[in-house]
């Protein structure tokens, strides 16, 4: 973890752009404060003769250049980055006077808001009266969400209490830099013996509450490539086209074939695809609840110079994790008025016990339930595996597309066979009766075409 006197707020921001402009929020000088606590206004006075601030936050706007992937220029950001040798970064009522205004500022000017986070949480010394800075805090990103504009969060040492648990936490992209303590539970206060590694970025990350570990030499690219991504687009949002077979052939001839070619190893899967058709992406990681599935890609990409989103399965039985950050994915891109791709390739849902107990039918429906009611227009392809409803969860009514080496069933054909009680030799005549061909899917009216061969 680098310095924290070299990760002060006003360095960051010079680092993010060097002409930043801040917002002049001055406010009233506090004394004791609301509870009079003795020597809280000393306790001040001192932290703005050692940072030269006003308060644990400064706010301003900024043009956050990318690292040339993209020829945008850079976009402009209302950041809120916090001070964190101002009372170690505490939120009084005047932090809240603050982040209020410069997400109004945000709200009025259509501009996202990135929030560098390094806070202990609420200021002890004025009691309630801060803690209920978190309900202002929220009030203020959900208004900021309604208004369809992308929120940012950058982790920073530490991040705890409630500045994790709204601020952070709550944004549609979330950094943390690495070897920071971020949790709810501050240092002091955590029950003894606690696992030390869970109260970290790398042990939220590995427990899918950040999207990216970023370091400080890489933040400002980092966050400049997730502005040009997110910044939001014009509408209404084109549909996003589907991508060409990475493999193209021949139709297969019977259910057999297709669902061999579909598990042939060396059949182009989700990566394969996504490099093909962006020309540079970033992800999204996690459920927000605790849990990672590797086996679906979420994120968002920059083709032909617009944003479209992605969600996209790996050849793997999808788990609950991965239908949660796909359902995030898509309200997120819903909001912000972005196209989204989905690529489904998956035998099914994971069946284990551990995904029942994971909530696997309660996942797989939000996931339904977000494709359902996405206002964006949502494309899907079918390039390998179609199992059951595990992927058609992520398949968009209408605009289905398949691939040559794919197959869509309701269920597989082994198991059908099972499930029939047909011996093994039965199973290619099985999967030719379920109809299962990328040319039957487009017959049955499930899907609209297969797509040719080609960049």
């Known amino acids: ?39 809280y206004g000393d306790a001040r006075a001192r932290a703005r003769a050692r940072t030269g601030e006003r308060e644990s936050v400064v706010c301003a706007t900024a043009r956050v250049a990318h690292d040339g992937k993209s020829s945008c220029p850079a976009p ?6 916090f001070e964190f040798g101002f009372l170690g970064g505490s939120l009084g009522e005047a932090t ?36 209920s800075q978190l309900q202002r805090v929220a009030r203020q990103t959900v208004l900021t969400r309604r208004a369809g504009l992308p929120q940012i969060a950058v982790v920073r040492d530490p991040t705890t209490g409630g500045g994790w648990a709204t601020l952070a936490a709550g944004a549609d992209v979330v950094l943390a830099l690495p070897g920071a303590q971020v949790g709810f539970a501050g240092s002091r206060v955590r029950p003894a013996g ?30 400049g490539r997730w502005l040009t991504l997110l910044a939001t687009p014009p509408a209404p949002a084109r549909p996003a086209d589907p991508p060409h077979a990475l493999a193209p052939g021949p139709l297969p001839a019977d259910g057999g074939e297709a669902v061999r070619r579909s598990r042939a190893p060396g059949r182009p899967r989700a990566d394969a695809y996504l490099d093909a058709y962006f020309a540079w992406r970033e992800e ?10 590797p086996g679906l890609r979420c994120g968002f990409g920059h083709r032909d110079g617009r944003t479209i ?49 994971g909530g696997a039918g309660p996942a797989i429906a939000d996931l339904f339930a977000a494709v359902a009611e996405a206002e964006v227009p949502v494309t899907s392809l079918l390039i390998g595996e179609g199992g059951s409803g595990g992927a058609l969860a992520l398949a968009a009514p209408g605009r289905l597309w398949t691939t ?5 069933s309701v269920i597989a054909p082994e198991l059908a066979a099972a499930i029939l009680k047909r011996p093994p030799d039965e199973v290619p005549a099985t999967a030719d009766a379920l109809r299962l061909r990328p040319q039957d899917a487009v017959e049955l009216g499930v899907a609209r075409g297969v797509v040719p061969g080609g960049a």
């Open 1 to 39: 973890m680098a310095d924290r006197d070299a990760l002060t707020a006003r360095s960051l921001l010079a680092s993010l752009d060097p002409e930043y402009v801040e917002l002049g929020f001055l406010g009233p000088e506090f004394t004791d404060g609301p509870l009079h606590w003795p020597g």
């Open 76 to 81: 402009e950001a209302v950041v809120i980055a």
């Open 96 to 131: 809240g006077d603050r982040i209020e205004a410069a997400y109004a500022h945000a709200r009025t000017r259509r501009l996202p808001v990135v929030s560098l986070v390094a806070t202990g949480g609420s200021r002890m010394q004025e009691g309630m009266r801060a803690l």
């Open 194 to 223: 606690a696992e030390p590694y869970a109260y970290t970025a790398e042990g939220q990350y590995a427990a899918g509450h950040l999207d990216a570990l970023t370091g400080p030499a890489e933040l400002p690219g980092a966050l």
């Open 284 to 293: 999204i990681r996690g459920d927000r609840t605790g849990a990672t599935d």
């Open 309 to 357: 989103a992605y969600a996209a399965q790996c050849g793997t039985a999808t788990r609950p994790a991965g239908f949660r950050t796909a359902a995030r994915l898509v309200r997120t891109a819903d909001r912000l008025g972005i196209p989204v791709l989905t690529l489904i390739d998956t035998p099914g849902a994971a069946n284990d016990a551990a995904a029942e107990e």
């Open 404 to 408: 040559p080496d794919s197959y869509f």
